[in-house]
């Protein structure tokens, strides 16, 4: 999975960058202007000064010449609206026949455990169903960054290209017991669906 980064892949970080830069262009014309205005060609300060004055302007342009060009990269947290993975929710018994705790810190709500409906063929994720034949494979991924406490997600990957991202809380160990439950779950032992 791609890292995100702190300064370009935030909204904060580009606006940071982008006022830093814009803020290196004007120093730099004004330090050139400043040196040919009041400065002479033969003494040292002011080619000092009028080097200082480009290598400033330069620098603030090609940040942002990257800051233009360089789309910020996405975490699974900060997609707002996955798309809706089967078109009408199937009508589910009360009671189903696997539970996995997901994340121990929200094992009471919805997001915090998997139902699987084995007859129904679905399995139940807060209020997305995704059919059991449509997965693919199941893994499990560290969402984090230099700049935050590892984040585990399990990951569905499905049929039609997409992935489902569940997030498992912080702790290794009970995301990968999550993982192995799950894979059991959906392919059985021998690892067939």
Aim: include cysteine.
């Amino acid at each position: 999975m791609v890292k995100r980064d702190f300064i370009y892949d935030t909204k904060g970080g580009r606006i940071s960058l982008a006022i830093i830069a814009v803020f290196l262009v004007v120093m730099g014309l004004v330090l050139v202007i400043l040196s040919i205005l009041l400065g002479r060609a033969d003494k040292d300060g002011f080619w000092q000064t009028f080097i200082l004055g480009m290598t400033s302007i330069i620098y603030g342009v090609c940040n942002l010449i990257v800051l233009k060009k360089r789309p910020p990269r996405m975490l699974p947290d900060d997609v707002a609206d996955e798309p809706e993975l089967v078109d009408e929710h199937v009508p589910l018994p009360q009671k189903p026949d696997e539970l996995i705790v997901v994340n121990p810190t929200k094992a009471n709500e919805p997001e915090g455990s998997i139902l699987l409906f084995r007859k129904e063929g679905v399995l139940v994720y807060g209020d997305k169903q995704i059919p059991l034949d449509m997965i693919t494979d199941v893994s499990m991924t560290n969402v984090s960054d230099p700049y935050i406490l590892g984040a585990y997600h399990l990951l569905l990957v499905l049929s039609n290209g997409q992935v489902a991202h569940i997030p498992a809380g912080q702790d290794r160990e009970w995301a990968n017991e999550s993982l192995m439950q799950l894979r059991e779950a959906i392919f059985g032992k021998d690892g067939s669906l």
